[in-house]
């Protein structure tokens, strides 16, 4: 497994100009773009040891933030159409 952050704009470089349109234009975006932020700092901090959890808040964290990004592609998707 590895520890990279899963950061939106580099998992889809080709949206990163709509990424930052629609944070700039749309508040529900925004702020959905912002708890995935949140969540995958933390994801990426309990999984590199940084701040140590246990493996069923590790899950939850990562089923929080799968559900965040598929909103966030889902938006993104619809923008882009």
């Known amino acids: ?16 100009r709509l ?12 702020r959905l773009f912002q708890e995935y932020h949140e969540i995958n700092g933390a994801v990426h901090r309990a999984e590199s040891d940084v701040e140590p959890t ?5 899950t939850e ?13 889902r938006i993104l998707n619809q923008a882009s159409a």
Do not use: G, Y
Not at 19 to 30: G, N, P, T, V
Not at 54 to 58: I, V, Y
């Open 19 to 30: 990424i930052e349109a629609l944070k700039d234009s749309d508040a529900h975006f925004a």
């Open 54 to 58: 246990d493996d069923l808040h590790l």
């Open 1 to 16: 497994m590895t520890h990279t952050p899963h950061e939106l704009a580099a998992d889809f470089p080709d949206k990163a």
């Open 61 to 73: 964290m990562r089923k929080t933030r799968m559900h965040l990004k598929d909103e966030l592609v």
